[in-house]
């Protein structure tokens, strides 16, 4: 497993926002949960770990998202490393909705931050978060137990998932693709397409592509194994090649982005989202050190 030890993050980010992060709260988090309990309730036999997830760290953390520790930790620093606010960046992909959804798959969920502000936004929906790591699952649920919001929680991969064809009105995913080989991507995007019903929308919310290529430092910054494909890519044009129509990308606070497209209906020749440019709507913020009595970082609630 190759790890950098050199990276900016490793030196100088890091002991940075370690100082903001209650470190007592987190441990007392992580030593109240049995781990391995709790995240077997989650964990399928017929899911298959790929080798991209595995054989990389992410974030500077040994062995990726497949332990607690990155359970316990992802929250508490992507609010600090999701500029400027992690809340507006996510609220982005909310703003971007233009289907009225009953049924909603958020893809490589982790800790459910974004699959929670869905299920806010649209709380007559069944909404259902999926990724690879039973742990970050187990976080997931606690947050969604905190803000009393009933969230479907599935261990599985976005590549190839279980469910039917047209199972869902509304496909998206947060802060995914810059983790994931180019291959992987548009693996993604194919069976987001198959999952999708006429007329569905499908959400992506990452980095700014085009921002990512101009700061080339800015990819040195953490530990990412694949952010320099990504960096070279186009959502739009992998979009088109899986088969999505109406593809429109919108700059988010010039770091991000959230590109929007949709699964022709048959009967009609195209179909016309409009697609703005974004402006946020809320002032919410998240406080990520909530941890005590299993506070929710998404809600700044508590149970």
Not at 203 to 224: A, H, K, M, P, S
Request: proline residues 5%; negative net charge.
């Amino acid at each position: 497993m190759a790890i950098r030890q050199d990276t900016i993050w490793e030196r100088f980010l890091s002991p940075v926002v370690r100082l903001l992060i209650d470190e007592q709260s987190l441990r007392r988090y992580a030593e109240s949960v049995d781990w391995e309990k709790e995240s077997a309730n989650f964990r399928r036999d017929d899911v298959t770990i790929p080798s991209y997830y595995t054989s990389q760290n992410f974030h500077g953390i040994e062995g990726g998202y497949l332990n607690r520790s990155a359970a316990v930790s992802y929250d508490p620093i992507t609010q600090y490393v999701v500029p400027p606010n992690e809340t507006w960046v996510r609220q982005a992909l909310i703003d971007a909705i233009r289907v009225q959804p009953r049924r909603i798959l958020d893809l490589g969920c982790g800790t459910g931050s974004t699959t929670l502000m869905l299920k806010q936004a649209f709380p007559q929906a069944q909404v259902i978060g999926l990724d690879l790591s039973p742990y970050m699952l187990v976080r997931a649920e606690h947050k969604a137990q905190s803000a009393n919001l009933d969230i479907t929680w599935r261990h599985g991969n976005a590549e190839k998932t279980v469910f039917k064809d047209a199972s869902f009105d509304l496909v998206t995913a947060s802060l995914l693709f810059h983790e994931t080989p180019p291959t992987v991507a548009q693996a993604i995007l194919h069976e987001s397409f198959r999952l999708l019903v006429e007329g569905g929308q499908v959400l992506i919310l990452d980095g700014n592509q085009n921002t990512l290529r101009q700061l080339e430092w800015l990819n040195d910054v953490f530990e990412e194994p694949y952010i320099r494909d990504y960096a070279a890519g186009s959502l739009d044009a992998s979009m088109g090649a899986a088969g999505f129509a109406a593809v429109q990308t919108q700059d988010v606070w010039w770091i991000n982005q959230v590109t929007s497209g949709v699964k022709p209906i048959l009967r009609e020749n195209t179909i016309k989202i409009s697609v703005g440019q974004y402006a946020p709507t809320t002032d919410t913020t998240i406080d990520n050190n909530d941890l005590e009595d299993f506070g929710s970082p998404a809600f700044g609630t508590k149970a």
